[in-house]
């Protein structure tokens, strides 16, 4: 019997809950700990007052995915002062549905579209890429996400890294889900990231 293809779980060295392998580890950091503590962790920076805990309770901590560079989901950009915190000054929404939560202090652009095999990312592009450097050319950091930070915005971050750094997309895929394994974007996705691969290498 070959045990080697068993996958290994790990035990979060902060409240010891198995981390199954890919779906809710944190990649780049020196702990070992599983995604309900990251966010857990990450909130505690703001010190959030007692009666906004309920707020925030949904509060899913984004991943850098490159320097001033984010990626995640709908309840990503809940808390404010977390945002601040973070340098986040500029948020792309790659969905139809988003809310621009905090319209007075941050810069929004908005790509509408839905998480399906009709959907052309691909025609956007170029436009998300201008953005999210354009923002970090001015030093802030840009949050990008949609609903689960899974498939609409972390094609769009494939994009900026293919774009930025002339790699590949399976190399730019590999290198998102250091920090987010749980990146996946939609087939018809990834077949629009394999036709602008031909632009960027
Ligand atoms: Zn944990």
Known sequence: MEAKSQP??????RCG???????????????????????????????????????LQFFEAPDLVDPQLWLGGCFADISKPYLDLKGIRAIL?????????WKESIVYEKIP??????????GHFKKA??????QIAKGNGVLVRCAAGVSRSATVV??????????????ALKYVKEVRPFVEPNY??????????????
């Open 188 to 201: 018809k996705f990834m077949a629009q990231l394999r036709d602008f691969e031909a632009e960027v290498l």
């Open 17 to 55: 809950y198995s981390i199954a392998p890919g779906a809710n580890s944190i990649g780049r950091r020196p702990d070992q700990i599983c995604r309900n503590c990251y966010n857990a962790l990450e909130l505690d920076l703001v010190k959030p007052a007692a009666e906004d805990r309920k707020k």
């Open 113 to 122: 579209v839905e998480d399906n095999f009709q959907a052309d990312l691909r």
């Open 158 to 171: 494939i994009a900026y890294i293919m774009q930025t750094k002339h790699w590949g997309v399976d190399r």
């Open 93 to 101: 929404l790659v969905c139809s549905e988003g809310i621009e939560r």
């Open 129 to 134: 890429i201008e953005f999210i450097s354009g």
């Open 8 to 13: 290994a779980y790990q035990k979060c060295t």
